[in-house]
């Protein structure tokens, strides 16, 4: 990108509070191309999951362009007596409340997925959440919980390792990576959820300069060698307009207020 724009791009790293921290920077930052904001599913989930922030999402920050998607993937611990998807599903109906999902905290992508899987499946399995996605693979693996949400770049060694055991992803579509391992939504038709990242402008950003950052970032996203790092990390490239990743923005932001309200959580 800094090639490209003949600018350099410096990484402003604010982070903490879900984001919501470096949101609020780039909201009140002058709207003249030079300050950018890396988005994701966290800003459509944290619309509703906190009762106050000193922004409007939808109001203060103009997308300008997707570039990633990546899926979660439904892991169990391997001594869980499952091998699929609907046995899964079985043993949880045959066990209420019994089975511990582990999340990265309240209201992460991860939290969020499984919440949309008992709100769409109507099982009874408990939210156990973590400090952060790293203790709680490391209790899943160690058999303290039975069951994640995990990120793939995060779970996809310990696949392999066949020290947690891939059910299905959360995506649509299969993955290239894992392509044997089902969608969810082969079983639970219309569940999709996903990891999504994109650059997001502070509002009023003229058209010209949010079209020319789109464009170059599409290029970027087209390159063989970057589509190649994508799919080595489970991601899909997101494509197309400004318009685009605003429709995605609006659909995900009134999606996630659904489960959010579902699931109870909230952040002061």
Known sequence: MSERLGQ????????????TIATEVAARADADGYTLLL????HAINATLYDRLNYDFARDIAPVAGFMRVPNVLVVNPSLPVKSLPEFMEFARAHPAKINVASGG????????GELFKMMTGLNIVHVPYRGAAPALADLVGGQVQVMFGDMPSTLEFIRARKLRGLAITT?????????LPTVS????????????GIGAPKNTPAKIVERINRELSTAV???????????????PLEGTPSDFARLVAIEIEKWAEVVRFSG????
């Open 186 to 197: 082969e079983f639970v038709p219309n569940y999709e959820s996903s990891a999504w990242y």
């Open 106 to 113: 309240n209201g992460t992508s991860q939290h969020l997925s």
């Open 172 to 180: 649509a579509a299969r993955s290239e990576v894992l392509p044997d």
């Open 222 to 236: 087209a390159d063989p060698k970057m589509r190649e790092r994508l799919v080595i990390l489970g991601g899909t």
């Open 8 to 19: 350099p791009v410096v990484i402003d790293n604010r982070p903490g509070a879900g984001s």
């Open 265 to 268: 959580a909230k952040v002061e």
């Open 39 to 42: 988005v994701s599913t966290a």
